[in-house]
Each structure stands twice: as C-alpha cells, then as structure tokens.
C-alpha cells in the first residue's frame, strides 16, 4: 500500500484545482465543468430533504453515460428484488448527466463534487450511503477516502486493465494499488483482469462478472419503438446503418460508399447533432453530390434508393442498428472506435477504423470473427461491396457478431447477487 502517494495527492489536488479554476475563462470545458457544479450541495440537499426514510442507500458513480448503461441493469435487478433500496447517481460529465438526469429510478442525479476532503465530507454527510457501486473506473481518492471512514462498502463493477494504461506505470502503480484495496470487491470483465488485479496489485478481493452493458445491450435490443416509423421504408432492402460518425468517417465513408455498384441504403448519424457539425455534414455531402434528408424533416418524398436518411436527431442509433444489415462505427480513425455492441446485438456485421485497441467489446468482436478493421477508403470500399453483394457471406459475420453478444450475458446477476450479500437480507 502507498499511503505516501494518496497523502500527496490530497495536499496537491486544491492547489492543481485552484489553477484550474484560474484559467476556466480560457477553457470553454473547464468553465462549464465548475459552472455546473455552482449550487450543488443546496440542490442536493432539497431533494434528500423530501425523501422518505429507506432502510438501505445505494450511490452509483459513472464517468459518463457509457458507464452509466454498465450500471443500469444492475440497478434494475435490484430495485425489482429490493424495492426498499434508495438510489443515488452521480456523474463527473455533463454529457452523461444530461443524458440520464431524469433517470426514474434515482432519488437524485448529480454532478460528482470537486474532490476535495471537504467536498467528500460533505456529500457523504448528506446521502449517508450504505453501498458505494463504481462503475469501471473514475477514482477520486478524497471520495473514496471519505466513503471508507464513513464506513460504507465499496463495490468496483466492470473494472478492466488495459494494457499501456496508467496503472502500470512504475510511478503511479502503488498509488493505484492504494486506490484498489479500498474496494471490498472488484468485479472484473474478464478473467485476465482478474489475474492482473489479483497478481500484479495483490486484490484477492477481484472476481470475474463481465460487462453487464452486455445485458442491457441486449434488452434494448429487443426494443425498437423509435424507429417503428422508419421500417417500412427500408423494407426488404440492404440497409448500412453509419453510427457516430466523424469527420475522418465521413472522408472515408461517402465516397467508398458512391462509388458501389450496388448500394445499400445509408442511414447516417453524426456523433454530435449540434449545429455545427450538421452545418459540416451537410456540406461534405454537398461536396460529394449525394442527396439526403434528414430525419427531422422527413416525408413521403423520401426515396431510400436515392437518398442518405440523416439523423440529426439524438436517441436513435441503438434503435437503428435493426434496421440494418450492415454498421459502419466511427471513432475509429480518431481517438476510439465508439460502441461496437449495439449492432452486433442484431446480429449484423460490424466495420470500424483502426484505433479499437481501448475498447475491449471492439477486440473480442473482431477476435469472434464478427468485426473488420477499416485501414483506409479502399478497404472500406472492398468490404462494402463484399457484406452487399454476398449474402451469406454478411450472414456469417452477421451471426458470429450476434454470438459474441450472446456469450457475454449473465454479468448482471453476478454482481447483483454479490451485492445482496451486504444489503442485510
């Protein structure tokens, strides 16, 4: 244990936030990251105020959104076993806090507190918690700290160790190691995070779940409301479904895309649907000579054979992948590839870029045989022509992606079941 390097850390995060908070005005993210939190505790305090009493508090805490989805059928399991248990979710971004702050089955969502000794104090003070459920990672030590001295059990779900992360670096490994011991248990996502957590940061304490986005994947995937209006105009048709796209995707995308003999219908979804990239969007499309509509203004003279359909609407694209026969997922030719589980919960197969190596999900899909790593427009161009005109050859990949997904469900009932063994029932 490195008690040194979380004592250091306490002493140095105030001054590092204080200059943070100096130069916020130059930083549009900085400044709406305290901006937010401007408020908190009162607003906090006024809707625990109104809460009845409950026998047992369970606080989630999830970077953003994505984690967020790992959790939800954690807590759905829960609450339909446990209905008495009073659910507390915070955040660190705004964009998984605006996604989820009407989350029906919290008594309260909020913007994690700066962390600072007296910002933890604080929030533990109010939501008393009794469990502490972090979803993969997001360590604030001072939180963490506090939870402990508080006494409430510290539960780490869908925890990975990725290679070339932070955690191995010689200078930061006991620290981490310090951070990870304060967890009473650690579920991992699979059986060689265990062993690093076991073997290399001594947690015996580290058991293996899965991903439990696995689960709630596959439950949306069964739902398709949203897109009930859509079907009829891609019926019996090849549909390529592009999600979360970028503007690398799109250089790449729309010209392998024209230039196909044979095209499917496109069903286009920008990462962001903010007016500036829209404005972007449209103008590459432009650009290249290709007719579109989007979604918002969507009528009978939309023709599916000779148009892109573009979304620029937020909550489709989980709901679109079944529409499709075939996913294009971006992020792959920036930072990462975004979710390759939503379409491979379909059953479809499922194309990206080659930065994939931060997500695991995007690994084992490609391992599994139902993925195809895009290095450049003319391989994109190949592949299409290939998943089009070859049916059985897109059946395949199609269902080995769908198999994938099957093989991973069940680490719901795992950690949910491990978790009851600290609610006193």
Known sequence: MNGFALSFYTRLFPMLLGTAHLFSALHPKLQTFFRVRKGLFEELEQKIHKLPPSSFRLWVHASSVGEFEQARPVI?????????????????????????????????????PTDTQENAK?????????????????????HLLEAKKYGVTLILAAAVLQRGSAYFNPLLKGFYQSIFHLFDQIYTVSEQDQLAFRQLFNCQQAETAGDPRFDQVFLRSRNCERVAHLKPLFKNRTVLVA???????????????????ERPSLLLVPHEVNPETMAQLYQELQNHSLEYMAVSALNETFDPEQQILVIDQIGYLAELYSLASIAYVG????????????PAAHGIPV????????????????????????????????????????????KKRGMKAGAFVQRSIGATSTIAEGMERYLGV
């Open 122 to 142: 604080r929030l533990l003070s109010l939501i008393k918690p009794d469990l502490l459920l972090l979803m993969r990672y997001d360590f604030w030590p001072n």
């Open 331 to 342: 992020g792959g030719f920036g930072v990462n590839v975004h979710s390759t589980l939503e």
């Open 243 to 261: 999600g979360s796209v970028w503007e690398n995707d799109e250089h790449l995308l729309l010209p392998a895309w024209k230039e196909l003999e």
């Open 351 to 394: 194309l990206f870029g080659p930065r994939y190596h931060n997500s695991p999900d995007a690994e084992g899909l490609v391992a599994a045989g139902g993925a195809t790593v895009i290095e450049n427009q003319k391989e994109l161009a190949t592949a299409l022509k290939t998943l089009t005109t070859d049916d059985a050859q897109r």
């Open 76 to 112: 759905a399991a829960l609450k339909k076993k446990h209905p008495e248990i009073t659910f507390f979710v915070s955040f660190l971004s705004d964009s998984g806090y605006n996604a989820r702050k009407n989350f029906p089955d919290a008594a309260a969502v909020f913007y994690l």
